[in-house]
Nanobody, 118 residues
């Protein structure tokens, strides 16, 4: 069964840090670009970070650039999102997505809640 399972969300104070994980099962992520999205209440889901299949290139939304870092461990079949200097506006459900454009295959995780509040 193909699955992406996010973990590591929770409640954190402004200025704090969290590390999200996205573990894949039923397939190997090495051929997939990996992306992190988030969706705040009442807002559309937005792409915030992406990493190529080999990990050589990353890209970030302006809203998280310099604070968030995406990384991957293909041997562990897991992608990560290190989030530092968190702000209340980072509060959202965070989702990971695996994308293999050449074969038009993609998978979504179920999401993990991140709440930044004092």
């Amino acid at each position: 069964q193909v699955q992406l399972v996010e973990s590591g969300g929770g409640l954190v104070q402004p200025g704090g840090s969290l590390r999200l994980s996205c573990a894949a099962s039923g397939f190997t992520i090495s051929s997939y670009a990996m992306r992190w999205y988030r969706q705040a209440p009442g807002k559309e889901r937005e792409l915030i970070a992406a990493i190529t299949s080999g990990g050589g290139f990353t890209n970030y939304a302006d809203s998280v650039k310099g604070r968030f870092t995406i990384s991957r461990d293909n041997a562990e079949n897991t992608v990560y999102l290190q989030m530092n200097t968190l702000k209340p506006e980072d509060t959202a459900v965070y989702y990971c997505k695996a994308v293999w454009v050449a074969v038009r295959r993609e998978y979504w995780g179920q999401g993990t809640q991140v709440t930044v509040s004092s």
